[in-house]
C-alpha cells in the first residue's frame, strides 16, 4: 500500500484564513506551491482510508479544541520545516500522536514537535528578516484548533495535489 493520507490538526476558520494569507504570501519567495496551513499530526500513513475515518473521528471526539500560544518562529533546513510556528509540547499534543500511533501501528510520518510551517523550502540569504517579520506577528498568539482533518498528503504526493478530505471536529471547551 502507497503512504497517501495524513493526519492534521487545523486551526478555526478565521485563523485559517489568516494563516492562509501569510502561506501564499510567502509561497512565491521560497518557489514553492502554498498549501493550506495545518499541524501535523502524523504524515505518509498507509492505513486504508475508511479505518482512518473511523478510528480519526473517535480521535477527535476524545479531544477537546486548544488554545495554543504560538512558542517560538524557527527555520530549519528540513524542507518542511523551512518556516514554521512552534507551539509547547502539551499532553494535548501527545495524546493526537499517541492516538495516530494506534491508528496507524507505526512511527513514521509523526511529527517531531508541534509546529505549523508557514513556508516550504530551503531559507535563502536575505530572507532571515522574514522570521522577524512572522515573530511580530505571531509570537505568544494564541492559535485555535478546532478540528482533525484526513489529506490527501504525503512525501510522495506532490504538494499542489494535497487536499483535504474529511474533517473531524474536536470536543468544545466547557
Not at 71 to 80: D, L, M
Amino acid at each position: 500500500m502507497k503512504a497517501e493520507h495524513s493526519i492534521w490538526l487545523m486551526p478555526c476558520a478565521s485563523e485559517q484564513a489568516d494563516l492562509s494569507v501569510w502561506v501564499k504570501r510567502l509561497a512565491p519567495q521560497f518557489g514553492q506551491p502554498a498549501f493550506v496551513p495545518h499541524l501535523t499530526i502524523q504524515g505518509d500513513l498507509e492505513t486504508p482510508l475508511e479505518i482512518l475515518q473511523a478510528k480519526t473521528a473517535a480521535l477527535a471526539s476524545s479531544c477537546k479544541v486548544l488554545r495554543w500560544p504560538v512558542q517560538a518562529v524557527q527555520s530549519t533546513e528540513n524542507f518542511f520545516r523551512c518556516m514554521y510556528l512552534r507551539f509547547e509540547e502539551t499532553q494535548a499534543f501527545k495524546a493526537l500522536q499517541d492516538g495516530a500511533l494506534a491508528i496507524s501501528g507505526t512511527v513514521t510520518g509523526l511529527s517531531p514537535y508541534p509546529h505549523l510551517s508557514l513556508a516550504y523550502g530551503q531559507m535563502q540569504p536575505g530572507q532571515q528578516a522574514l522570521l522577524a517579520l512572522m515573530e511580530e506577528n505571531f509570537l505568544t498568539r494564541p492559535l485555535t484548533f478546532d478540528r482533525l482533518s484526513i489529506c490527501r498528503s504525503s512525501k510522495n504526493i506532490p504538494i499542489s495535489e494535497w487536499a483535504c478530505l474529511q474533517d473531524f471536529p474536536l470536543k468544545p471547551i466547557t
